[in-house]
């Protein structure tokens, strides 16, 4: 089930792709989805539910799986790629795409007021606290403290000095 909020804009470029297991996609109000955006799910019934005043830019990838929460005022750049899901691959007498799929570590969550630069990648259990920032090209699986910048080396409080 696709609804989308009626001040909300998605490009028509955009693929907001409908689930056959029941997973819904809500977009908030106010939010934008840009041109060549996909959302696809698969890999496990999780929702994916976008706040108001949310920007997902071009080249984004939005897998839902284990499933994706994105908070109010969220902005993603382009070419990010949301993953809440893992391939199973223990068993070595079965290729892994017949093995199914991991148990989930939580899906998605990004809550408000969060910024994330371009060709970023969260996976399954990554949490972005309330303000922090993420830097372009950076890889998430875990939390990532309120009011950071992060950039995968140590944090560094948002407005703090280098």
């Not at 297991?21 to 698969?42: L, M, N, Q, W, Y």
């Not at 630069?117 to 403290?145: F, K, M, Q, Y």
Request: hydrophobic share 40%; glycine share 12%; proline share 4%.
């Amino acid at each position: 089930m696709i609804e989308i909020h009626p001040s909300a804009q998605v490009s028509r470029l955009a693929d907001l792709e409908d689930s056959v297991r029941g997973t819904r996609i809500v977009v908030g109000a106010h939010s934008v989805i840009d041109s060549f955006v996909k959302v696809k799910p698969v890999g496990g019934s999780g929702d994916l539910i976008i706040g108001a005043h949310c920007a997902i830019n071009s080249g984004c990838v939005l897998y839902t799986g284990n499933g994706i929460h994105i908070g109010d005022h969220v902005a993603i750049a382009a070419n990010c790629t949301f993953a809440p899901v893992n391939h199973a691959y223990q068993d070595k007498s079965r290729l892994i795409r017949e093995q199914g799929f991991l148990p989930s570590r939580g899906g998605v969550v990004v809550e408000d007021d969060v910024w994330i630069g371009a060709n970023c990648v969260l996976l399954d259990g990554a949490v972005l606290r309330r303000g922090c920032v993420l830097a372009a090209g950076t890889v998430v699986r875990g939390e990532i403290p309120a009011y950071t910048v992060w950039a995968g080396e140590p944090p560094r409080q948002v407005g703090q000095r280098q």
